[in-house]
């Protein structure tokens, strides 16, 4: 099976965990700035960490077997209020890389004004450059997950943001059906505290009309599994009864012409 990752915090993985997952079919990856750094770093702080994924991360991923895209953002929390402003100024000139392919995560969280600020000053650079979004809301465990969610589709509609350039990640089964009416990307989000790779296949199977809508991704990975998230849901998804065209529709197909990647 032919597998992307397309959110996967790769920076935070030992080099033989890279190439574990390599070696289990991940042939290629998207890379996200994190929706949190540590309290009170500098822009250049970022813009350090958007150079390291963009000429470190990339080429030590590919010489282990994994194509490496990266998404840029401005993270909710860790900046003070003039490195934020510096920060989105600087970053339509990273935007130009050829590694990179669209912004994120961007998105909110505890869904208060400083995160919606910042959300909508982010969807107004995306939406200049033409990229697509990753963005975050809570995880399926927070007890504002379904509000905020809603909260985000509104920010979206409001900015008229095209949806078909929107991939909502960390999806929980509650707010499945408020993403999906979007018409916008759903990220089956397999983390310790999303979904579980069996979640995710049942998703699929339960819903093969949305197939063409989903993406399967691991974040920061599961349990003792740690980032193979993927890999395992295709495992899972094969005991259920689906077929390779089924399974590759959305571990391939379906990232590769989201975020316009290239790789073959
Ligand atoms: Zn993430």
Known sequence: MRMIDPHLHLDRMKGKEVETLSMAGVEGAVLPTPHM???MVSAETLFRMWRMFLDFEVKHSASLGI???VTLSVPF???????VAEALKAMPGYLDHPSVVGLGEIGMDAGIPDEER???????I??????PVIVHTPTPLEPQAVEVCRQIIKVLESERFPMDKVVFDHTGRASFRDRIDTGAMVGLSLCYDKLRPEDAAEIVAEYPQFRSQ??????????????????????????????RDAIETITWDNPKRFFDLDID
Do not use: C, H
């Not at 910042?118 to 107004?124: E, G, M, N, P, T």
């Not at 995306?126 to 990229?131: F, L, S, T, W």
């Open 37 to 39: 750094l540590q309290w």
């Open 214 to 243: 989903l993406l399967i991704n691991s974040e920061f990975g599961y349990a003792a599994d740690g980032y193979f998230s993927v890999p395992r849901s295709v495992l899972s998804m094969r005991r259920l009864g689906l077929k």
């Open 126 to 131: 995306a939406r200049e450059q033409g990229k």
């Open 67 to 69: 194509k490496v895209f």
């Open 118 to 124: 910042l959300f909508r000053a982010q969807l107004a």
């Open 77 to 83: 929390y860790g900046l003070d209020t003039e490195s």
